[in-house]
T-cell receptor, first 115, second 112 residues
């Protein structure tokens, strides 16, 4: 099955700096790569996603890049703010002809933005 | 927020007892999932459903069973709870196979 590795496990940055979180996946058939943010005591929430036919996607201060050849994708947060502090998860999945799909998650990155 | 309700939100139970967690959705989404979250492991898939009475195993399904008799409800049962099943359990839903998954607020289960 799919295996997703995520690094680093913890990341501390100063407010205003950029943060980068990296993930690698094992199944070359994976074609959907979402990123989730989880705040304390809450369930994960989607912040951005990318599909395999796209190399980069941006949404304001957040961007995701995908390198299918190397099987890795990254989350970039620019101009970080204290409210960006949370745990971030990458995930991967593949659509199957049977209609079944489930996400495989990385182990998470705890991002702390220092004021 | 997507209409997902997990119950109970917290539960303490004894080893060997059966436990059922409930996930209820009001979005009429086809796909429903149960994940467990443990430190250092992220979210691991237990079971999922792609329609009423259609379920499949995830990567950590041993010791768990599920049922989905209605679109809106997905039940997770621990037949005989063990301490290794102490975890936070999340239900998620998605409309189709290539769209966003929405997560519930989680159920913290402690097996003593």
């Amino acid at each position: 099955g799919e295996n997703v590795e995520q690094h680093p496990s913890t990341l501390s940055v100063q407010e205003g700096d950029s943060a980068v979180i990296k993930c690698t996946y094992s199944d070359s058939a994976s074609n959907y790569f979402p990123w989730y943010k989880q705040e304390l005591g809450k369930g994960p929430q989607l912040i951005i996603d990318i599909r395999s036919n796209v190399g980069e996607k941006k949404d304001q201060r957040i961007a995701v890049t995908l390198n299918k050849t190397a099987k890795h994708f990254s989350l970039h947060i620019t101009e970080t703010q204290p409210e960006d502090s949370a745990v971030y998860f990458c995930a991967a999945s593949k659509g199957m002809d049977t209609g079944r799909r489930a996400l495989t998650f990385g182990s998470g990155t705890r991002l702390q933005v220092q004021p | 927020d997507a209409g997902i309700t997990q119950s109970p939100r917290h539960k303490v139970t004894e080893t060997g007892t059966p436990v059922t967690l409930r996930c209820h959705q009001t979005e009429n989404h086809r796909y429903m999932y149960w994940y467990r979250q443990d430190p250092g492991h992220g979210l691991r898939l237990i079971h999922y459903s792609y329609g009423v009475k259609d379920t499949d195993k995830g990567e950590v399904s041993d010791g768990y069973s599920v049922s989905r008799s209605k679109t809106e409800d997905f039940l997770l049962t621990l037949e005989s709870a063990t301490s290794s099943q102490t975890s936070v359990y999340f239900c998620a839903i998605s409309e189709s196979r290539n769209t966003e998954a929405f997560f519930g607020q989680g159920t913290r289960l402690t097996v003593v």
